[in-house]
């Protein structure tokens, strides 16, 4: 399995920025998806996290509000849009799948994306947030 994440760039406070994930070696379908996010000096975070199926999904306090996470199965793909971006959202933004064995056994979307517990992670893309 690979994925790359793509979209990021330089926007100032208050501005849009959608973040894309694409990859190869897997079916979107039978994934949850998630993105993370790693400021400098800080621990990565869980950012938002979707099921296999769509219904469900988590959003991190900080985001919640601005960001909505999305996937299309069909294209293998999965989406973070950032509203409102402010100067904390400044880091490098990974996407990530878990499989199955992660969430088939019931496990909360909640409980792997603060947990940061994912299966494949892709390379990252920086978001930079100026006053």
């Known amino acids: 399995v690979q994925l790359q994440a793509s979209g990021g760039g330089l926007t100032q406070a208050g501005g849009s920025v959608r973040l894309s994930c694409t990859g190869s070696?897997?079916?979107?379908?039978?994934?949850?998806i998630g993105w993370f996010r790693q400021a400098p000096g800080k621990e990565r975070e869980g950012v938002s996290c979707m099921s296999a199926s769509g219904v469900v999904s988590y959003y991190a306090d900080s985001v919640k509000g601005r960001f909505t996470i999305s996937r299309d199965n069909a294209n293998n793909m999965l989406y973070l849009q950032m509203n409102n971006l402010e100067n904390e959202d400044t880091a490098v933004y990974y996407c990530a799948l878990a499989g199955s064995r992660l969430y088939g056994g019931g496990a909360p979307i909640a409980h792997l994306c603060k947990n940061s517990v994912m299966d494949y992670w892709g390379g990252g893309t920086l978001v930079t947030v100026s006053s």
């Open positions: 070696g897997f079916t979107l379908d039978d994934y949850a």
